[in-house]
């Protein structure tokens, strides 16, 4: 079935550091992706998503690109701040049925 | 817009006993989706409805769980004979339209503690 592997973390990094988090999917055809986020104490919030190969999303300074070739979608930043720390789940959708999330990555930022 | 909204946002509850959330879409939308996701995890799908209609169910959804969505709007998730193995956050979402690129906006979940 369809899978999504993303990155272990916890990932700490400091203030204006660049971001990677990696995601890599296994599907039969071709789902759309999606980039969640989820604060402490707060639901899931889409941060971006891109529906077809080589588009890119972005949103808040982050940007993830669909790469068919590679089935993968790798959240970027390129200077993260405090703010940012939280969980960063990768998901995608395929046939419009459903959402399928890898485990999350726990993003830490320090001043 | 009001978002997703869900009651209750904590409930604690002994062995045995039956639990039901609720769950409130966005107005407009004609998908209504529940998951689950327990700590350090990312969330699992459960069931989903469009309008009325319950058009799938996870293999996750044992005999003990049953979702209505009764007039194609609020759904309730209920829960009967809790176990602990049923402590998690149990998540709403909806969105409209059978795209797959459609957005799904997510409530800010049910955290259930089976005691």
């Known amino acids: 079935g369809d899978s999504v592997t993303q990155m272990e973390g916890p990932v700490t990094l400091s203030e204006e550091a660049f971001l990677t988090i990696n995601c890599t999917y296994t599907a039969t055809g071709y789902p759309s992706l999606f980039w969640y986020v989820q604060y402490p104490g707060e639901g899931l919030q889409l941060l971006l998503k891109?529906?077809?190969?080589?588009d890119k999303g972005s949103n808040k300074g982050f940007e993830a690109t669909y790469r068919k070739e590679t089935t993968s979608f790798h959240l970027e930043k390129g200077s993260v701040q405090v703010s940012d720390s939280a969980v960063y789940f990768c998901?995608?959708?395929?046939?419009?049925?459903?959402?399928?999330f890898g485990q999350g990555t726990r993003l830490t930022i320090n001043p | 817009d009001t978002g997703v909204s869900q009651d209750p946002r904590h409930k604690i509850t002994k062995r045995g006993q039956n639990v039901t959330f609720r769950c409130d879409p966005i107005s407009e939308h004609n998908r209504l989706y529940w998951y689950r996701q327990t700590l350090g995890q990312g969330p699992e799908f459960l069931t989903y409805f469009q309008n009325e209609a319950q058009l799938e169910k996870s293999r996750l959804l044992s005999d003990r769980f049953s979702a209505e969505r009764p007039k194609g709007s609020f759904s309730t998730l209920e829960i009967q004979r809790t176990e602990q193995g049923d402590s998690a956050m149990y998540l709403c979402?909806?969105?409209?339209?059978?795209?797959?690129?459609?957005?799904?906006?997510f409530g800010e979940g049910s955290w259930l503690t089976v005691v």
């Open positions: 998901a995608l959708n395929q046939g419009a049925q459903k959402l399928v």
């Open positions: 979402a909806s969105s409209w339209g059978q795209s797959s690129g459609n957005t799904i906006y």
């Open positions: 891109a529906t077809k190969a080589d």
